[in-house]
């Protein structure tokens, strides 16, 4: 993606085929911090995904990338997207959704089990020309965005903006955030739990890193033995939301102005803050239309192809 030239992002922003794809391509052309990634439609051959996968691996220098699905009907039991694979894998764990109509997005790795901070950036309206709200759900050390979109998790920390035009800018002075804290039932401890049952039924699981009937403990001891500590220190997102809630207000208002849609009412984006450092948006959900598009079928898609 980050290779394509304008006109070439300018026709993916246009494509609603693959939702993920199209909005990744509009943050990146709004110059907005993304991953790298590389998309395969439904339809390819076994062959061209491993020729696909290792051009796109080469050209990051890396061994291994993430695999995230996209496109057709989203269903309540989907692919759970996100993690990071060996090159190896990439194939075989990536033709199964290809063959059920889905497109697939390959992506360069990251660590989910070492982010600083993950935030959930909401903006609401009534309607078009009505004044709304922004929001900004947060979590810190050790947790990521799919514990707020799928794992549903408490953040430790909201920031609000009421009356907001979302038709003007206007830079929000300090006075007008209203910061919430942490309102998770069991407080830290509950959370935590949440977050290692979700790691050990789903993400390590998938991985192949825990097999059998993976239980929150097995996946402590598995962070615990990588040095992951993040997710058993200190919590408290605060400090690091306020430094970045203006900005991160400002990417939200140029999205808002950007997206195709006029008549939006609700939009949503996550935005991660890795251990590196590095920073990366990563897509744009459009509450109206999170389920409308549907991607062409596997032999339509061939076909075409």
């Known amino acids: ?33 993304t991953l790298n990634a590389a998309l395969l439609r439904p339809g390819q ?33 989907y692919y759970r997207g996100g993690n990071t694979f060996p090159i190896g894998e990439i194939a075989h764990r990536a033709q199964p959704l290809l063959a059920d109509g889905r497109a697939v997005i390959l992506a360069g790795p990251t660590n989910r089990f070492t982010n600083k901070l993950t935030v959930m950036i909401r903006m609401d309206r009534p309607g078009p020309g009505i004044r709304g709200t922004f929001t900004l759900e947060a979590l810190g050390p050790g947790y990521d965005v799919a514990d707020l979109t799928r794992g549903e998790l408490p953040p430790q920390v909201t920031a609000q903006l009421e009356d907001v035009d979302w038709d003007r800018y206007a830079k929000p002075r300090w006075d007008e955030w209203k ?47 990588r040095g992951y500590l993040q997710l058993f ?58 389920y409308a598009a549907a991607a062409p079928d596997a032999a339509r898609a061939k076909e075409a192809a």
């Open 1 to 33: 993606m980050h290779s394509q030239s304008a006109e070439e992002l300018a026709a993916a922003a246009n494509d609603r085929r693959w939702p993920k794809w199209q909005t990744m391509a509009l943050l990146h052309s709004l110059h907005l911090p």
């Open 45 to 77: 051959s076994l062959a061209e995904i491993r020729t696909a996968a290792q051009a796109f691996a080469t050209k990051l220098d890396t061994e291994r990338l993430m695999i995230r699905s996209d496109g057709g009907v989203e269903r309540k039991q």
């Open 179 to 225: 910061f919430t804290g942490d309102r998770c039932p069991g407080g830290e401890g509950a959370r935590r739990r949440r977050r290692l049952e979700r790691l050990a039924a789903q993400t390590l699981a998938d991985g192949g890193q825990l097999a059998g009937d993976p239980q929150p403990e097995h996946a402590e001891s598995w962070l615990r033995e």
């Open 233 to 290: 220190g200190p919590q408290d997102p605060r400090p690091a939301l306020m430094r970045r809630a203006s900005k991160l207000f400002e990417d939200a208002f140029v999205l808002t102005r950007a997206q195709p849609n006029r008549n939006w009412r609700c939009l949503a984006t996550a935005y991660s803050v890795f251990a590196e450092p590095r920073t990366v948006y990563w897509d744009l959900v459009d509450g109206e239309r999170k």
